[in-house]
């Protein structure tokens, strides 16, 4: 617990500057934080405490972001881009903070993720300025998963190709005369 007391005091009192909320000070808590939450038991305490202040205040963005950060290092992105799709709710940023976290786990590899935030902005439609990249956005962590995948094509149970390998038995071939 006494790793954890810098998040805690700065998630219970909030993060202000000049008496105002302010996302100003959010990277050097997550400076702070990335040396322990990768801990499981300093992960539990930081998270208990963010829900517990995420509970008594649901409006504030700078919890959210600190609480999908925190999800984002141990690779919960499905929870993280639920954050963040709060998070652009209660912005009103009309798809802008999801298109953006949708880059962001582009670049952590997180392409299937990535493609369901791009294709949820394509449904929604609320920012047409948005649509045009997020179809190719999506468009490419699709073709990304795609790669990344070791996609393996079967055929009758012979033999499979990888884009990755070379052809492989996966079964001796039976010859019926």
């Not at 202000?16 to 990768?38: A, E, M, N």
């Amino acid at each position: 617990m006494v790793l954890c007391s810098p998040a805690i005091s700065i998630c219970r009192s909030g993060v202000y500057q000049d008496g105002k909320k302010s996302d100003t000070q959010l990277p050097f808590v997550q400076s702070r934080l990335s040396t322990f939450v990768h801990k499981p038991e300093a992960l539990r305490a930081v998270t208990e405490v963010i829900r517990s202040e995420m509970e008594s205040s649901p409006d504030r963005i700078v919890l959210r972001r600190l609480f999908a950060w925190i999800l984002m290092e141990n690779r919960q992105v499905e929870s993280a881009l639920e954050q963040y799709r709060t998070i652009d709710r209660l912005a009103n940023a009309n798809d802008h903070e999801i298109y953006s976290f949708a880059e962001r786990l582009i670049l952590e590899r997180a392409y299937k993720t990535a493609a369901d935030a791009f294709k949820e902005i394509i449904d929604r439609n609320k920012n047409p300025l948005l649509v045009p990249a997020a179809r190719f956005r999506y468009a490419r962590a699709l073709e990304m998963f795609d790669d990344q995948a070791d996609t393996v094509y079967s055929f009758s149970g012979s033999f499979s190709v990888s884009r990755r390998e070379k052809i492989r038995f996966t079964s001796t071939p039976s010859l019926r005369l």
